[in-house]
């Protein structure tokens, strides 16, 4: 009857829900509340509230297909690595940041750099980077004015509730994004140019996301609104540590988003990835295609807690134990510094060991650790929230076809992580219901380059002709696809 | 030997217990005897993270449970669920009796082998809304805190230095703070459906702060007792006169302060409005599905009736899910308040339950986890 209780954050986003993971003697997970968690006082979303299936899949360590126990697997990722050429690795924030300083020390043993994936810091300059972060969520219940370029409800659930505050407060909450928010006074959709009409001030909090994905000219155009009114940024992220891996980034130079990274495999200027906890099959909105890309690497070595998709097609995976296992430190998008209470050191072990089979250093935990804090006092002491950063033009955005129809993801834990939810439908407008004739809880067929499917359908109010996606669709080729839908 | 009915005062032997206990380490010691000597498998102690947080685990070891001690007013947890499939002795607040006792009605907690020592309960505190009362109105740093407790209708914390500060908890919950808002209506502060009820009601004089008051509700608590005294581990002497008036006048006081939080809460409301109220209420619902895990009377487990008529894709202005539950939990919803803790969008679920099963249970004079020969009203059963 022994149990073993870990006090952990929730590895869904980056707002960092801290949650207890209980084990029984039998190793089973559930989940228990940590009410006096300021971040979330101890409440779940969805994903949350799913983490005992997320956490039922660990790594198991293989080389070449076989299964294999750490020493094997890092001998085998030495010697891959030794001499390698065109080498690329990347670690978006899916855990503690000694973790990923450790990663760091690697990449420098083999000359190259840590990619956390987002492309908008490599397009953006340096002095803009200190404003892609978040704010401690008090300031967004005491905000004036709120505007929205996220939906809350489905990204990134923990805030619903600081907004719902912050109405109660008084504030006046827009939303600029794709669906309509129950919780907005109004929902515009917006074009750049009439942001000026948002009338917005330094009582005012733009909120968006960064992930993979997005698009940095949205983040331009957002930086110029700030400059121009001096409201502030909220930038939220998708993974548990994205706040804490952007932070630790050293220079930004050379660093390569996700898409970016694929492009490289696909031209042979990568040859070599070695991931920690990020899996590319995952992040790419085209499953098929990512595998596709991925096998075309001479070495593709995997450190990772889960077994995720990369690991099946990985030729050596170094196993390290669950998040809420490690001992270590994470930082959520307030920019608040969170302990995890487990004590594993696995993965700081396993890349130390491998580290020293490649004739660097090893190191151990308590150093990274020591690394992480002096790293923190750094980027306090030239934190720096005035705007200083020259105005960014931005290309002209390609108007949408008039009558074309897009299906559109819209990113959330589930579909990050490839986790199963109740989500196998897509979001249609009204309008196309009615034109389509389609029946109560029956389907709509979707079309694209890639094939068709019947999709299960809910009524919501979003912008004719655009279909929305909260999982990852088989017919969809990015992001953003094109449908041929009957209708459009 | 003591008898079913008996009022007792009674303090663990051990003084380490039974200073580290709430009032006299009574209900550590019947606890530890319990499992001790072989009544129960294991026991739901709370295991203490600060004085703000702690979680239950059941353990097997004698001394994790005389280390686990004394009252915390901070953490509304709710223990019914862990007595589910297993053999153990729990401690337990009226909320958590009553959940177990749902539980058993339909077969979902034995109570055959499942010993509830239970406890008087004034209320319980969210802990991050202490730590902010701390600061604005004690003027305190949460973390110089080193206990608290409630004493004549004031909630009093000491700090590291020694130092002590109270202030009327009406004044507190005037402010916003102090108890949770089912607490304050809650409608039962002796759980005399539990096989003890204990408390430090009553207690007085030389005792006061060291003895705990213990009533003896039936045949299981009669084991539970005598197993402790025989153990060696309580001491029990028969409560006064006096004492049991000063328990009953003060449960009669929170029981009618309870009914005028009840009368401001739930103000009344058109027949015309309730259903915009429901939909409007439910709104924001995120669907997490965070109030029925943590339900301490749902028995459903995985294939539940509001889970299987609802679906994400459907079009229903209040969802499937909340239209079944409201209905379902109407006749065994008991206010304990998980609900509206762990609501990620800080949805009122416990007010808007209690506001759809109170007449109902009222009209048919049900108050669930009370009586355990008294059917669910829309159940059959099972016990
Ligand atoms: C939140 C709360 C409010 C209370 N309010 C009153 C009151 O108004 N009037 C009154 O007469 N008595 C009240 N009590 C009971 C009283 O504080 C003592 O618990 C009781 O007198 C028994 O004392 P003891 O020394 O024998 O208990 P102890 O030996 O100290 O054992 C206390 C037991 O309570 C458990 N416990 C502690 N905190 C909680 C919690 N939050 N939820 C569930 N279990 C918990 C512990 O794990 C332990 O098993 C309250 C208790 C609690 C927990
Ligand atoms: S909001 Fe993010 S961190 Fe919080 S429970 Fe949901 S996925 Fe996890
Ligand atoms: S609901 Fe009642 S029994 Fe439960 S903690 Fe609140 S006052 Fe105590
Ligand atoms: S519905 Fe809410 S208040 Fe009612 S018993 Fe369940 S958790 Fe408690
Ligand atoms: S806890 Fe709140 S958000 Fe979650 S299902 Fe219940 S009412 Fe909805």
Known sequence: MKESIYTSVCPGCSIGCGLYIREDDRGAVSIDFLKSSPVNRGKLCRFGMRLPHYYSTPATGKVEGLGSGTEDAVRAAASRLRGAEKVAMLSVGNTTCEEHIAFMKLAESLGTVVHTGIPVYAELPPECHPHLEGMPFTDIENAEKIVLFIDPYVQYPLLVRRLLAAKRNGAHITSAGTTELHLAHENRKLSPEQYAELDLDGNSVIITDIHPHTDPCHIRQLLNVVLDTGARLHVVKPFVNSEGVDRLAKGRAGTMGISQIMDGIEKGDIRTLVLLDSDPVELMPDTDRAVEVLKKLDNLIVISSRDSLVNAIADVVIATEHLYRKRGTLINAEGKLQENSGQGVDGIDAMSMLSRQLGADGFDHRQMHGYLHERMIDTLASENRKPEYCRMECGTVPAQQNGACTLEYVYNPFMWFSQPDDNDFVLLDRSMVKSLGLKKGGTVRLDSEKGSMNMRYRVEKVPEGTILTGRKLPIATGTVTKIRTEGC | ?383
């Open chain 2, 1 to 383: 030997m003591v008898k079913v009915g008996d009022r007792l005062l009674g303090y663990a032997t051990d003084p380490d217990v039974r200073s580290r206990g709430a009032s006299g380490g009574l209900v550590t010691a019947v606890l530890a005897a319990a499992l001790e000597k072989g009544l129960v498998e294991g026991v739901v102690v709370l295991k203490r993270m600060d004085e703000y947080e702690a979680i239950p685990v059941i353990t097997d070891d004698v001394q994790e449970v005389l280390a686990s001690g004394g009252s915390m007013h901070a953490v509304p947890v709710n223990l019914a669920k862990h007595a589910v499939g297993r053999k153990i002795a729990m401690p337990g607040k009226p909320c958590d009796v009553r959940g177990v006792i749902e539980q058993a009605k339909r077969n979902g907690v034995d109570l055959e082998s499942t010993y509830i020592v239970g406890l008087n309960c004034g209320g319980t505190m969210h802990p991050v809304v202490t730590r902010e009362m701390l600061v604005r109105m004690y003027e305190i740093d949460p973390e110089d805190v080193s206990g608290e407790e409630i004493e004549k209708g004031k909630l009093i914390f000491r700090t590291k230095d020694g130092e002590e500060k109270a202030i009327p908890i009406d004044d507190l919950e005037e402010a916003g703070y102090g108890r949770r808002e089912n607490c304050r209506y809650c409608t039962v502060k002796i759980p005399t459906s539990a096989d003890l009820a204990c408390g430090n009601w009553g207690v007085i004089g030389e005792l006061a702060g060291n003895a705990t008051f213990c009533e003896v509700m039936n045949e299981k608590g009669k084991r539970l007792l005598d197993n402790a005294i025989e153990a060696g581990f309580v001491d029990v002497r028969p409560a006064d006169e006096k004492a049991i008036a000063i328990r009953e006048k003060v449960n009669s006081a929170m029981l009618s302060l309870g009914s005028e939080w009840k009368e401001k809460v739930f103000t009344e409301m058109p027949d015309q409005e309730r259903l915009s109220y429901y939909m409007e209420q439910f709104a924001d619902c995120i669907h997490c599905g965070a109030c029925k895990e943590v339900c301490p009377v749902c028995t459903c487990g995985e294939d539940s009736k509001c889970t299987m008529f609802h679906s994400l894709a459907d079009n229903y202005r209040m969802s499937m899910y909340h239209m079944v539950r409201l209905l379902h939990l109407s006749d065994s919803c008991i206010g304990c308040g998980q609900c509206s803790d762990v609501c990620p969008v800080d949805i009122p679920v416990t007010s808007i339950f209690r506001r759809f099963a109170d007449p109902a249970q009222k009209k048919r004079n049900y108050e669930p986890g009370m009586d355990l020969t008294r059917p669910p009203f829309l159940e059959v059963m099972l016990k």
